[in-house]
């Protein structure tokens, strides 16, 4: 069965780094696209970044660009999510999700989801 | 502010039905297919629909999908009270190049 299993959530300072993992497991990891979504305490679902399927094509959240990478090492079966200068706006439950369509084409949405990882910052 | 525009609370009693819109522009649903979640807090989000109106395998048809326009509508007939949870509509926006997601509809069965 698929399983997202996310690590490397915390509490971490305001300007410091965090690198969230995410070892899938059930598929054929190589095959599909990944999204990282977030979820801000009190707040709605919002997407972070998507990934090809080869990690040749990324898109981020306008407002997180250059703060945010995202990659995968499909030889692992894991997805990560590099954060940089930490603010207290990126406190949030992040998820990594499996994302079976081409979103730039058309079909853009999450079959399976891994259960979260939250990262507090604060100081 | 959401670049989709929902409902933030609906309510309704056991057995009736609801519908949740989800209001965007060209640049979102007009143009691209919208998916929809449901939120229970503590858990994963949980696919419903996608590709407007297409049920993944396990979830009932009490739920639906439809789209119009730059609008779209999750329906929910014959409501149980383990329905009540937040709802998300999702798409992709070719403006912002980003995956988008509704505000969130809080559904209370009561």
């Known amino acids: 069965q698929v399983q997202l299993v996310e690590s490397g959530g915390g509490v971490a300072q305001p300007g410091r780094s965090l690198r969230l993992s995410c070892a899938a497991s059930?598929?054929?990891?190589?095959?599909?696209?990944m999204h990282w979504v977030r979820q801000a305490p009190d707040k709605g679902l919002e997407g972070v970044a998507i990934i090809s399927y080869d990690g040749t094509t990324k898109y981020y959240l306008d407002s997180l660009k250059g703060r945010f990478t995202i990659s995968r090492d499909n030889s692992k079966n894991t997805l990560f999510l590099q954060i940089h200068s930490l603010r207290a706006e990126d406190t949030a439950v992040y998820y990594c999700?499996?994302?079976?369509?081409?979103?730039?084409?058309?079909?853009?949405?999450?079959?399976?989801w891994g259960q979260g990882t939250l990262v507090t910052v604060s100081s | 502010q959401s670049v989709l525009t929902q409902p933030p609370s609906l309510s309704a009693a056991p057995g009736q039905k609801v519908t949740i819109s989800c209001s965007g522009s060209s640049s979102n649903i007009g143009n691209y297919y919208v998916s929809w979640y449901q939120k229970v807090p503590g858990t994963a989000p949980k696919l419903l629909i996608y590709?407007?109106?297409e049920r993944p395998s396990g979830i009932p048809d009490r739920f639906s999908g439809s789209k119009s326009g730059t609008s779209a509508t999750l329906g929910i007939t014959g409501l149980q009270t383990g329905d009540e949870a937040d709802y998300y509509c999702g798409t992709w926006d070719s403006s912002l190049s980003a995956r988008v997601f509704g505000g969130g509809t809080k559904l209370t069965v009561l």
């Open positions: 590709d407007n109106n």
């Open positions: 999700a499996r994302g079976p369509g081409f979103c730039s084409r058309g079909s853009c949405y999450e079959d399976y």
């Open positions: 059930g598929f054929t990891f190589s095959n599909y696209g």
